[in-house]
């Protein structure tokens, strides 16, 4: 069965670091979405990607985020200069169209110390 | 911003009996609506959804129902197995794009 995968698994970083969480949607999916959920909290959307540019994004998805599908299979969610509160569980998502439910990846679990 | 509330943290059911889990949204104009389960350490997992025309959908021991004038939708397992022990999430959909999870209710059903 087609799953979402993503890289690293767990990432540790040093406060004002650049990061880089990759995703590898399913490969007919249409519709690309980064979520990250805090230890303990819901899981909260930050962004949606459709037609190779962002469809819409949440409070939290300010400019020290950005999104890319640098060659048509990768998703990248790259965060310029991390700071404490970026650390949580980062989800990435896909669906082919609007009538089918998302298909979740793994996670990654960033640290940022 | 609560718009959709799951005011139960955690809920513990007897293998075999019916578990319901409930979620409250804010915003009318929701038109689609989705359970998934959460295992620790992985992803959310879609369960079963509801558009917000339907008031009740189902798929095998999963049932949601949708109370549009009370803006309130359940889900009812039954009969819940302990496997079914996880973290449920409902979620809506905002627009064409957007999904706003619920903060989740810890089902644990007991052998």
């Known amino acids: 069965e087609p799953e979402v995968t993503q890289t690293p698994s767990h990432q540790v970083t040093q406060m004002g670091q650049e990061v880089i969480l990759r995703c590898v949607p399913i490969?007919?999916?249409?519709?690309f979405y980064w979520y990250r959920q805090i230890l303990g909290q819901k899981v909260e959307f930050l962004v949606s990607?459709?037609?190779?540019?962002?469809?819409?994004k949440s409070e939290i998805f300010d400019d020290q985020f950005s999104v890319e599908r640098p060659d048509g299979s990768n998703f990248t969610l790259k965060i310029r200069s991390t700071k404490l509160e970026d650390s949580a569980m980062y989800f990435c998502a896909s669906y082919r169209d609007r009538n089918y439910e998302q298909y979740f990846g793994p996670g990654t679990r960033l640290t940022v110390t | 911003d609560q718009q959709v509330k799951q005011n139960s943290p955690s809920l513990s059911v007897q293998e075999g009996r019916i578990s319901i889990l409930n979620c409250d949204y804010t915003?009318?104009?929701?038109?689609?609506f989705l359970w998934y389960k959460k295992y620790p350490a992985e992803g959310p997992t879609f369960l079963i959804s509801i558009s917000s025309i339907k008031d009740k959908n189902e798929d095998g021991r999963f049932t949601v129902f949708l109370n549009k004038s009370a803006k309130h939708l359940s889900l009812h397992i039954v009969p819940s197995q302990p496997g079914d022990s996880a973290v449920y999430f409902c979620?809506?959909?905002?627009?064409?794009?957007?999904?706003?999870f619920g903060t989740g209710t810890r089902l644990k059903v007991l052998a």
């Open positions: 979620a809506a959909r905002s627009g064409t794009y957007k999904y706003i």
């Open positions: 915003n009318s104009m929701f038109d689609y």
């Open positions: 490969s007919n999916h249409l519709y």
């Open positions: 990607f459709y037609n190779n540019e962002i469809s819409e």
